[in-house]
Structures are given as C-alpha cells and as structure tokens.
C-alpha cells in the first residue's frame, strides 16, 4: 500500500463541488448499510464526504479522499494525478480496492470531524487520520 495517487487543483475543486454534502438534501447510504429512519440520530459517515489526511504513518498529509455511496473510491493531491479504487463495506469490514489488490481497513474512530483508520498492509500496519476538507486546493506554483 505504499502506492498513493495525487491529483491536480482543478480535479479537487471539481470533487469537493460534486461531493459536497450542502447541495444535497440527503446523503446516500454506504452499500448495503440500511437507510437511517431519522438523520438526527443517524451516526456519523464518512461517504460521500471529502475527506483530507491530517495524520498518517505512510501518507503525506493533505491527500483527499472521497468515498462515493457506489462504491468508487477516489484519492487525489496537488502534486499529480488522481486515482480511482473501489471499495465495500461488509458486515462492519471496509475493504478498499487498489490497483487490483484488497487492503482491509479498521475503523478506529468516526465523527463528523474525525475519521481514523488502520490499514491492514501486508507488513506493517498503516494508520490514516482524516478531518473534513476545507474547501478546493491552492494552486501550487513550481510542480
């Protein structure tokens, strides 16, 4: 999992404007998750959600990372192309797609501001904290 994907402003200004949850009247379900009876007492989620690292033992902070209600996943930085994955949320078992290669991850802690997770890589674990992104990149002069 020492593969990650980058992208470039225009892509993440295109992403946060698609996946903002403010010009939304609801917020899709994750697959197979059943619909909340009152989103008052739903719990937090992270689909559908732009959601950038803060802290990570192996990803460099300010990576994005949007997991669209389909399923896709797509990952993206200011400093190349972004990628796209797949992924699935099992029985409580999210599983990430990349390139091909299942990678399970752990979910340590979800709020509205805070999604925690631990990667199980062959090897050594990687923990990835996000927080909610700002809003679109600036762009980068010189790369």
């Known amino acids: 999992m020492n593969h990650w994907c980058t992208g470039s402003g225009a892509i ?6 698609a996946c903002s949850p403010s010009d939304r009247t609801a917020e899709r379900p994750a697959p197979g998750a059943a619909p909340a009876a009152d989103s008052a ?3 937090p989620s992270f689909v ?6 803060s802290q990570s033992t ?14 896709t996943l797509v990952i993206a930085s200011p400093f190349g192309t972004p990628s796209l994955g797949k992924w699935t949320d099992e029985a409580g078992v999210l599983t990430i797609m990349e390139e091909g290669l299942p ?35 600036a762009p980068r002069s010189g790369g």
């Open 12 to 17: 993440v200004a295109l992403m946060l404007l």
């Open 41 to 43: 007492a739903a719990k």
């Open 58 to 71: 192996s990803v460099a902070p300010g990576h994005l990372y949007v997991f669209l209600s389909e399923g």
């Open 48 to 53: 559908n959600r732009v959601w950038e690292v």
């Open 103 to 137: 990678y399970r991850w752990e979910v340590i802690e979800l709020t509205k501001s805070s999604f925690r997770i631990r990667v199980h890589n062959p090897g050594e674990s990687v923990e990835i904290q996000f927080v909610p992104a700002e809003g679109p990149a």
